[in-house]
């Protein structure tokens, strides 16, 4: 079985392949089966509605299959907390603005790994793109592992039980 660390990193290294040879990244989850065998299912968001549905789908077939951990990739703005700071970010959320609506959001991809015990891990690669250019993707930042992991595609395995 592979920790959430590993699981991230084997995302990452999945994930720069991919954009690396592609230029993109599909929504993407690699479930955990106990015996370390990866079950992967791929999302396509067709409407910001679209989303809580497929993230409900991919709730009840990792349960059904008994995945006890996960890893969640996919493209994503984010904010530059460097540029906004806590206070500029809880301002910006607390605007309901969309953060892709947002001047200063960052393109990149966002790795969310998790367990059905409650843990979590959060890193991501951030996305620098030249004019017209094709994106490269820039080293994996991680975030703090006591920060607070929040959105429709964290806590996919809260209802799975712990065998």
């Known amino acids: 079985?592979?920790?959430?660390?590993?699981?991230?990193?084997?995302?990452?290294?999945?994930?720069?392949?991919?954009?690396?040879?592609?230029?993109?990244?599909?929504?993407?989850?690699?479930?955990?089966?106990?015996?370390?065998?990866?079950?992967?299912?791929?999302?396509?968001?067709?409407?910001?509605?679209?989303?809580?549905?497929?993230?409900?789908?991919?709730?009840?077939?990792?349960?059904?299959?008994?995945?006890?951990?996960?890893?969640?990739?996919?493209?994503?703005?984010?904010?530059?907390?460097?540029?906004?700071?806590?206070?500029?970010?809880?301002?910006?959320?607390?605007?309901?603005?969309r953060v892709s609506e947002s001047p200063d959001r960052i393109e990149a991809i966002t790795i969310i790994a998790e367990d059905n015990r409650g843990h979590a891990l959060h890193a991501q690669m951030k996305i620098e793109r030249s004019a017209g250019g094709k994106g490269r993707l820039l080293p994996i930042e991680w975030f703090p592992e006591d920060g607070k992991v929040e959105g429709r595609f964290t806590n996919m395995l809260a209802k799975v039980p712990v065998h």
Do not use: C, Y
């Open 1 to 97: 079985m592979r920790t959430l660390k590993e699981l991230v990193e084997h995302a990452a290294d999945f994930a720069r392949e991919t954009f690396d040879s592609s230029g993109e990244l599909m929504p993407m989850w690699l479930g955990q089966l106990p015996d370390g065998e990866i079950f992967p299912i791929v999302g396509v968001f067709d409407a910001e509605k679209s989303k809580d549905r497929i993230a409900d789908e991919v709730r009840a077939e990792f349960q059904k299959a008994g995945v006890e951990s996960l890893a969640f990739m996919s493209e994503a703005w984010t904010l530059n907390s460097k540029k906004l700071g806590m206070d500029g970010i809880k301002a910006f959320l607390a605007s309901g603005m």
